[in-house]
């Protein structure tokens, strides 16, 4: 089982910038695909980004596509959310999620997630 702690959310203007990050304990070394969710009020739970264990692979929501930046440390078990350019529409619950032991698929499904993080306010004002 892995553990994830995110930290980093805020209330933000538009066009400002944040970086989440999440900290991952547990049985780590066989957690192949990590990412980013997010849930914005009254609605569902939605892929943001996600990025294998090498950091060489990437993938984004379009909604975030050329705004966020997903990357990760192995070594301090981290994974991190650059957020740039906030619009208003990002406002939402961010989640950490590590996909299931040895899985090396995209998490863009929910179905796919071994664990959750408890997660992280992000409100972006007008």
């Known amino acids: 089982q892995v553990q994830l702690v995110e930290s980093g959310g805020g209330l933000v203007q538009a066009g400002d910038s944040l970086r989440l990050s999440c900290a991952a304990s547990?049985?780590?070394?066989?957690?192949?695909?990590m990412g980013w969710f997010r849930q914005a009020p009254g609605k569902e739970r939605e892929f943001v980004a996600d990025i294998n264990w090498s950091g060489a692979s990437t993938s984004y929501a379009d909604s975030v596509k050329g705004r966020f930046a997903i990357s990760r440390d192995i070594i301090k078990k981290m994974v991190y959310l650059q957020m740039n350019s906030l619009k208003p529409e990002d406002t939402a619950v961010y989640y950490c999620?590590?996909?299931?032991?040895?899985?090396?698929?995209?998490?863009?499904?929910?179905?796919?997630?071994?664990?959750w993080g408890q997660g992280t306010q992000v409100t972006v004002s007008s």
């Open positions: 547990g049985r780590t070394s066989s957690t192949y695909v």
């Open positions: 999620a590590a996909g299931p032991p040895f899985y090396s698929g995209s998490l863009y499904s929910s179905s796919a997630i071994g664990s």
